[in-house]
T-cell receptor, first 115, second 111 residues
C-alpha cells in the first residue's frame, strides 16, 4: 500500500507565476489536509478537504491560495502570483473516512522556492 | 484545542530510553494526546495517541498521568535514527480534525 504521494518534490517559480502542488492520498483515504512549514518554523494547518468539499479552510491565506479535491484525481493546492514569502515546504496528509480519531499520514512534502 | 508545553531540546545516549515530557494542564475530558515526530526535512510521522490509559505500540510507550495534565513519550531503546523533532498535540475528537503543531522538542540521540 503506497503512502501519501506528493509531486513535485521540488518546485521553483519566479515571482508572479502560479504554483500547483499535487497530493494523492493513501488508498481508501477520503480526507486530505494541507500544512505549510515556513523556513525554521513549525507546521501550520491550511485546509481540510473531503472529496469535492472544503471542510475547514481556516488556515488558508485569504488571497491567491486555493485548494480542491475532485471526485477523481489528486488534491491540488494552487498558489497564484507567488511571492518570495510563499517559499516553504508544503505537506499533505490523509486519513480514512469515519472517526476523527484516525491519525493523519503525511507525504514527503513539496519544497517551493520563489525566486 | 488545549495548549501543550514541551522542552525545546533534549539529548539522549544511543541505546538508552528517551523520555519526552509534555504538559497539557488545560486538557478537557474529550481531548486525546497525540505524538508525532518530524525527522529532518521529512513529513511528520504518527507515533502514538491515548486518552487516559497508558498505551504501547511497536514504536513507543505513552504514559499519561492520572489527572491527565501531563504525559511522557518513551522511546525504550533510542537509536540515531530517532533524532527528530517530537510534537505533543492535544486533539479534540469532534469537529475540526486539523492538527495544531507547537514548537516541539528537538531530540538528539548521541552515539
Amino acid at each position: 500500500n503506497a503512502g501519501v504521494m506528493q509531486n513535485p518534490r521540488h518546485l521553483v517559480r519566479r515571482r508572479g507565476q502560479e504554483a500547483r502542488l499535487r497530493c494523492s492520498p493513501m488508498k481508501g483515504h477520503s480526507h486530505v489536509y494541507w500544512y505549510r512549514q515556513l523556513p525554521e518554523e513549525g507546521l501550520k494547518f491550511m485546509v481540510y478537504l473531503q472529496k469535492e468539499n472544503i471542510i475547514d479552510e481556516s488556515g488558508m491565506p485569504k488571497e491567491r491560495f486555493s485548494a480542491e479535491f475532485p471526485k477523481e484525481g489528486p488534491s491540488i493546492l494552487r498558489i497564484q502570483q507567488v511571492v518570495r514569502g510563499d517559499s516553504a515546504a508544503y505537506f499533505c496528509a490523509s486519513s480514512p473516512p469515519g472517526t476523527a480519531l484516525y491519525e493523519q499520514y503525511f507525504g514527503p512534502g513539496t519544497r517551493l522556492t520563489v525566486t | 484545542d488545549a495548549k501543550t508545553t514541551q522542552p525545546p531540546s533534549m539529548d539522549c545516549a544511543e541505546g538508552r530510553a528517551a523520555n519526552l515530557p509534555c504538559n497539557h494542564s488545560t486538557i478537557s475530558g474529550n481531548e486525546y494526546v497525540y505524538w508525532y515526530r518530524q525527522i529532518h526535512s521529512q513529513g511528520p510521522q504518527y507515533i502514538i495517541h491515548g486518552l487516559k490509559n497508558n498505551e504501547t505500540n511497536e514504536m513507543a510507550s505513552l504514559i499519561i498521568t492520572e489527572d491527565r495534565k501531563s504525559s511522557t513519550l518513551i522511546l525504550p531503546h533510542a537509536t540515531l535514527r530517532d533524532t527528530a523533532v517530537y510534537y505533543c498535540i492535544v486533539r479534540v475528537t469532534q469537529g475540526a480534525q486539523k492538527l495544531v503543531f507547537g514548537q516541539g522538542t528537538r531530540l538528539t540521540i548521541n552515539p
